[in-house]
């Protein structure tokens, strides 16, 4: 369980630091999850493609 927070931790961070950077030049981001198999890691999954997105990135999100 400690594991799934320090990645939706690191995530929220990376995410942050691209929506806060000047959006002059897109990021190509690719995320790759652990698992698909929660309702909750699988939406997070999506809501963080779709906000990558939304900000002008590259975004593609892939699980193991």
Request: aromatic fraction near 10%; hydrophobic fraction near 40%; include cysteine.
């Amino acid at each position: 369980m400690k594991r799934y927070k320090l990645t939706k931790l690191l995530l929220k961070t990376a995410l942050t630091y691209v929506l806060c950077t000047n959006a002059a030049f897109a990021f190509k981001v690719g995320l790759s999850l652990s698992t698909q198999n929660s309702d909750t890691s699988y939406q997070d999954g999506i809501e963080l493609e779709e906000k990558l997105k939304q900000s002008g990135s590259d975004a593609d999100v892939f699980f193991a």
